[in-house]
Structure formats: C-alpha cells, structure tokens
C-alpha cells in the first residue's frame, strides 16, 4: 500500500540554497517581478525579485534563523529585519506570507518609515502598500521631534495613518512618570504627504493639570502652514488691564493667508487684530488692521492701520510703509500695536522708480508721496516740531562713469584716471501735515539740481579723490517773507579732496602673531559762504558728529542747509587682526577737524571761530574670546572736557552666558547706565544633564536703564526663565516711558512647550529686542515652526 503524502515540511536551510541556485533561479528568469515576487534565499538572507528600472524595490528578509516554502511563506526568528524601500522592519519572530505580500511580526517589533519610529508588541503589516494595524505602539515623529503612545495605530498607506487613544509630547520618555506636558487625543489622523494632522477630543495637560482642549484640533507636521486656532496670547499691563486673545490662522492659499485675533480686555472692551499676508511673483506685502470699538476707558473707537507693499509693473517699483492711528493717546494705551520707531511720529510714504541700466551709466527716475501723523497730545511742553510732508516728490537721477580708455591721455602718477559724475534734478511740493503745531512755518514748492564730477585716482594701498560738486535751489514759498518775496533761489558750489593710504605689516601682540594696519586719512573741503539766513529749511537737519560725518563736505543732510566749510579733516585709524583667524582684535582711531576761516552756517546758528573742532577718539577691542568692549569720546580742546562719550563692554563667557554694561554721555542733556544679561541663576542646564537628573535651570534676562540726570529708571525689563527641558517658563516686567511723569508697566508670562507651541504673551521676543546676545534656551531644540497651527 502506497504511504499517504507528507504535509509540507519546513525546508532546511542547506536545501532553501540548493532550491535557490536549481530550482528558483530558472523561475525567476521566467517570471515578470510582482508585488508578491518569488523569494530568493542567499545564505541568511531571503530576497525578492532583483529591482529593475522602473520596478518597485526588492523585499529583503534577514534574521538568525530563517525558513522558508516556495512562493508561499516564510518564517523568520532571532534578530528578524526585513527591508523594502525606506521601509525598515525588525522584530524577534516574523511571519510573512508571499503571495498575500503579509508580514506578521511579534516581539519587539520596530519600524523605522521615513525618518518616523514605530515600536510596539505587535503588528501586522501589508508591506508593498504598507497597510496595517500596530497594536500599543510607541512613536517618534522626525518631522517634528515629538513622541507619544496610542492604543492602536492603523497605517492606511504610506502617507496616511490613523491614531487611537494617543498621546504627543516633545518630553523625555519615562516609564515610571507622566510627561511634564502632553497631548492626549481620542482619536487622531496623519497625513504625511500633506504634512498636516488632525486630533479630535484634544487635551493639553501641563505638570499634570489640562489648560486647553478642543474639540476638534488641526496642526502640522513641518513647518508647513496649516488653518486653524492658534494657542492664546495674555497680556497684563497697568493701562489695559488683562488682554486675553485666540488667533486664528488661514491658509488661504500657498501665497496668501491671513490671521484674526478676537481679544478682550477687562478696562477697555473687546476687539479684533487682524492681518493679511500675500507674496505673489510681482507683488507682496502685508496688511493690518486693529480695531477695538468702544474703549471703556477713551469713550471711543480705537484703530490702528499698517501698510506695508511692494512689487512691481514692468520696469516700475514700488514701496508703500505707512501706519495711522485713531487718535493721539493710541501710543500710549496700545503701545504694543504700533510698529514705528517713532510711536509719536508715524509715517505714509509711497516711492514709485524705475532704472535703466545704459553703457555709460544709469537713470533713476522716482515718484514719492510722504505724510506724517505726528500725534501731539495735549501737554504743550512735550508737543513738537513735525517735519513737512512730500506732496509730492517728482525727481530724475543720473550717475556715469567714464571708461578709462576716454580719459588714457590723462596719466597722474603713471596710472589711467576714471572720471564719474552724477545730476540728480527734483520737484518738491512741501506741505505741513493738520497735525503740526502752531506756529511752525508754511511750506511752498522747491527745485533743486545736485551735480558732481569727480575723478578717483589710487592703487591697492591708497587713493586720491578730487571732487566739483554744486547744490542749486530755487523756492516759490506760500507765505511771503518779511520784505514781501515768495520766491528765492541759490548756488552753492563745493571743492573736495578726498586722499588716504593703508600700511600694513606683521607683528604681535600679547604673544599673538597679528596684521597691523595704518590708515591715515585726509579730507580737504571748501565750501563759499552764501547767505542762507532767510531761506526755508524743509528737509535738512543737523548730522550727528562722528567718524563718518566728520569725512563728508557738508555738515546737515537734505538739501536746503549747506554748512560754508573751508576746513581739512585728519585722522588715522589701526587696527590689528589676528593672522590665525581672520578677525579684528584691536582697533584705535583719531579724527580732527581745522577750519581755515570763521564757519557760519552752522547747526546751532552760532559762528563758529575756533580754528580747531572737538577731537573724536574711538577704540575697540577683542583680545580675548570672552570680552568685547568699545568706546567713542568727543573732546573739546578749548574747554578740556568731554562733550559726548559711549563706553561698552560685554563679557559672554559660554553659552546663555552674557553681561554687557554702557555709560551714555551728552553733556548738558543726558547721562545714562544701562545694564543687559543673560545668566544662570541656579539648576544644571539641559545639555549637562543625565537622563535621570531631574529638575531644571533658572536664567534670568533683563534690561535697566538709569537716568543719572534724573535719577530714575527709564525704559527697562527684567525677568525670569525657568528651563526644564521639554519646557520653557518665562515671566517678567517690561517698564516703558510714556512721557515726563507716565509710564507703562506690563507683565510678561509666557509658557514654551518645545516642540509644540508658545502660549502667553511674547517675552521671547521683548528679550531678544532688548537684551544685546540673549539666547533662546530651546533653540537647538525646537523646530523652526510651531507644532499647532
């Protein structure tokens, strides 16, 4: 009687390779690659179907021990790893079923799936489509540098994935404890190729205690952006009272979005922010609009309108910054919500050019209109000057430069010249804004032509400029002077020689190995006296005296002052510059001004007859890594004392480490200390940590400025940062001069989840502006982008 068959039997190993090398291979040869492809077994190693051109990826089997049947499965034990593509799998047994393209993998399974870790106890996957359920899984997300748990993970496919009862946190993972912050879900879907995720039944706990949930919460994977609320801000100040608002964010399309903040304060009512963003290929720019209808406080609506624009049609630019603001107490009450640098003094202003590039040179032909909203207030002492408005500005600007084969007859000192000129002429309407004080002077119209022509001579180590240069002015002002003219006009023409050299040599300094410079300079200028006593000034003003003006022929900028100098500046500077690192360690400089005749076109509108004017002394110095320090002194020869002087220095000796110190000088009108820091105050901070250290590091971070003039605290902030890893708690006051005898005093609180979000006001952004070096303690931890939206 014949014997019944044998069941299938696994195949020893020894007889997998002789099936391999007699059996599979001519199969293989024969058959079209599948996603169910035939497996090939080479030593431990079990394959697919070699990868062709255009093919999907081979399935590769490794593991300790490994068994097989043809084209049906294979079983796999001890220190399993299947590969497939970017897909990695490793586990302590897998089943895997060829022709269903299943993988069923027990132990301690792993997957490592395009930068993102999944770990877990059990899992059953569809490797080609990687379809498949994770049972209790642990996760890392690369994107993101978070982790978290669910109770369940089904992957849909490749890019999309699904959540159950899971949680997301930035923390460290620890078995025994809770994280300090999480998010925990009832549900939650991932979509990887749109980087963007969606939680429902949201909550944010914090140490334990939930301080937000949703119902419904979207957020992204990357720095993509993605619609929905963003976390809330708080602010606190003695004006406002509590500020508590919710943004949310827009992403209308990929080149525009915008941003709507609801907020309410409890002295003043409630309002709206909001703002809209575009970049398109010709244009972009910026819209706000804050709007607070009814403050309690003021008794009326309360606005704030910024502009900021630019683009262009064709060969044409343009450039709008403007920002207006409801009334004159706006920068006061709301001082966070004006962007000018001067809060008091807020521009409109629209440029309109277009250049031509041409051999022998360039145009630039403009178009400007530019308003001022000077916000006065009702105490006549701190009222002040505005300046006159554009209305408009209409001007064309010509520069060339000859080749030097024109001018290769003209030789001076063996080398080819190089003549350069320019022509700017303009039209300028000049207009005072209803906002300018009393008393001030009316405006009028002004043309003005500006030439030059120069010829710059010079070598590697020196050059020599000689310069012609003329300012011409023509006025047709509204109200007439006193001797009953409205119209005026002048010429004034400039003589100028610009001439220095640059020496330089090896040397050392305090045992370093150094390249020392010289570099003497001389500027010659003569400038004629025309009387310009009776002539508006719409637009020039006093240049501050310093190393850079004291160089320049004509002490105001503008148009409508030019000082009468006849006078040679000389000055030297050195510098020394390691030759190991390529950076400025020492650098010392002298400027000194003599005038050959009495100046009488002056800022002040004195004369001035000293022969000699105030000696400029500057020095800076980083000789050694952890201190940098720099000074500028005005002195004045006549008296012996100083008349402006600036002393800094800063000590950063590592990281989160910096203390910099200023004594600010003005004689007969300021003298200030300010006081800046960055420093560890207790703790072992993060990077010195073991991962069974617990508690945190305290910094604190501030500013002070002291008035010595009127012994008192002006603008100033100082506070705290607690740093405790995968958080960052920030709180501290912020003290800001609002006039002679006001202030405005707010409090800063602001909670950073690493990796996820910042809630609270933005202290991080007052340090950073305020104290010079600070450093953001998460900033190797945190990704360039918020995790919510």
Do not use: H
């Given at each position: 009687m014949p014997r019944p068959p044998r069941p299938p039997q696994p195949t020893p190993l020894s007889t997998l390779i002789t099936l391999a090398l007699c059996a599979w291979g001519p199969a293989l040869a024969q058959q079209p690659p599948a996603d169910d492809a035939p497996l090939l077994l080479r030593g431990s190693r079990l394959l697919g179907a070699p990868a062709q051109a255009g093919a999907k990826p081979a399935l590769v089997i490794g593991a300790g021990k490994l068994a097989a049947q043809v084209d049906q499965t294979a079983e796999a034990t001890d220190g399993v790893e299947l590969r497939y593509g970017e897909l990695v799998l490793r586990a302590d047994k897998l089943h895997y079923r060829v022709v269903e393209d299943l993988a069923k993998a027990e132990g301690q399974v792993n997957i490592s799936h395009k930068g993102n870790v999944f770990t877990g106890p059990a899992l059953q996957l569809y490797v080609s489509r990687f379809e498949g359920e994770f049972l209790t899984p642990s996760f890392f997300l690369g994107s993101t540098g978070g982790s978290g748990k669910a109770k369940v993970i089904n992957f849909v496919d490749s890019e999309h994935l699904t959540a159950t009862q899971g949680t997301y946190t930035s923390c460290p993972v620890n078995e025994d404890q809770e994280p300090a912050w999480q998010i925990s879900t009832r549900s939650m879907r991932m979509d990887l190729a749109a980087n963007e995720g969606q939680a429902?039944?949201?909550?944010l706990r914090f140490l334990g205690v939930p301080i937000l949930a949703a119902p419904s919460l979207s957020f992204p994977l990357s720095s993509a952006r993605k619609s929905g609320w963003l976390p809330p801000n708080i602010f606190l100040d003695n004006r406002s009272g509590f500020e508590f608002g919710v943004p949310y964010y827009w992403n209308i399309a990929p080149q525009r979005d915008a941003t709507f903040t609801p907020f309410v304060m409890t002295k003043r009512g409630v309002g709206l922010d909001s703002e809209f963003r575009y970049l398109e290929p010709d244009h972009s720019g910026r819209i706000n609009i804050d709007l607070l209808p009814g403050d309690r406080v003021f008794g009326h609506t309360r606005w704030n309108l910024k502009?900021?624009?630019?683009?262009?049609?064709?060969d044409w630019r343009y450039r709008l910054r403007s920002e207006r603001v409801s009334d004159d107490d706006y920068w006061k009450d709301l001082s966070r919500r004006v962007e000018s640098q001067t809060p008091r003094l807020l521009g409109s202003d629209l440029n309109v050019s277009r250049r031509k590039e041409l051999f022998w040179g360039t145009i630039d032909t403009y178009a400007r209109v530019q308003h001022w909203q000077s916000l006065q207030g009702s105490d006549a002492l701190s009222q002040f000057d505005t300046p006159y408005q554009r209305s408009p500005q209409l001007g064309v600007r010509v520069t060339t430069a000859a080749d030097e084969a024109v001018l290769d007859s003209f030789r001076p000192w063996g080398r080819k010249a190089r003549l350069e000129g320019g022509l700017e002429l303009e039209y300028n309407r000049f207009d005072l804004p209803a906002s300018a004080r009393a008393g001030q002077a009316r405006g009028g119209q002004r043309v003005h032509a500006l030439g030059h022509v120069s010829t710059p001579l010079g070598g590697e180590a020196w050059w020599l400029i000689p310069r012609v240069a003329f300012n011409a002015a023509a006025y047709d002002l509204d109200r007439p002077l006193t001797d009953g003219r409205t119209r005026l006009r002048r010429v004034i023409p400039t003589l100028s020689v610009d001439h220095g050299w640059i020496f330089e040599r090896d040397t050392t300094l305090f045992g370093r190995d150094m390249r020392q410079s010289l570099e003497p300079r001389l500027l010659y200028v003569n400038t004629p006296l025309r009387d310009q006593s009776t002539l508006p000034n719409f637009d020039s003003a006093a240049k501050d005296f310093n190393f850079d003006s004291i160089y320049t022929d004509n002490q105001f900028s503008g148009v409508d002052r030019v000082s009468d100098l006849h006078a040679v500046s000389v000055g030297a500077t050195s510098r020394w510059v390691s030759t190991a690192r390529g950076e400025e360690v020492l650098r010392l400089g002298a400027v000194q001004r003599f005038l050959f005749r009495d100046q009488f076109v002056t800022p002040d509108g004195r004369p001035v007859t000293q022969r000699f004017s105030d000696l400029l002394l500057a020095a800076a110095a980083h000789l050694e890594e952890r201190w940098w320090a720099d000074g500028t002194l005005e002195f004045n020869p006549e008296t012996g004392r100083s008349e402006r002087s600036v002393v800094r220095a800063r000590y950063a000796p590592g990281p989160f480490k910096t203390l910099s110190l200023a004594y600010r000088f003005a004689r007969d009108q300021s003298e200030q200390l300010e006081l800046a820091w960055q420093w560890p105050i207790a703790g072992r901070p993060v990077t010195q940590r073991s991962e069974t250290s617990c508690g945190g590091a305290w910094y604190s971070a501030g500013r002070v400025q002291y008035s010595l003039r009127d012994k008192r605290l002006t603008d100033s902030v100082a506070g705290f940062e607690y740093d405790a890893g995968c958080?960052?708690?920030?709180?501290?006051?912020?003290?800001?001069?609002?006039?002679r005898a006001e202030t405005n005093t707010r409090l800063m609180l602001q909670l950073e989840l690493v990796g996820l979000s910042q809630l609270g006001s933005n202290?991080?952004?007052?340090?950073?502006?305020?104290?010079?070096?600070?450093?953001?303690?998460?900033?190797?931890?945190?990704?360039s982008s918020d995790f919510l939206p």
């Open positions: 429902d039944g949201a909550v502009l900021n624009n630019d683009g262009r049609f064709g958080w960052v708690m920030r709180f501290g006051l912020e003290r800001l001069s609002t006039g202290a991080l952004k007052v340090l950073k502006d305020n104290v010079p070096g600070y450093r953001r303690l998460s900033s190797d931890r945190s990704p």
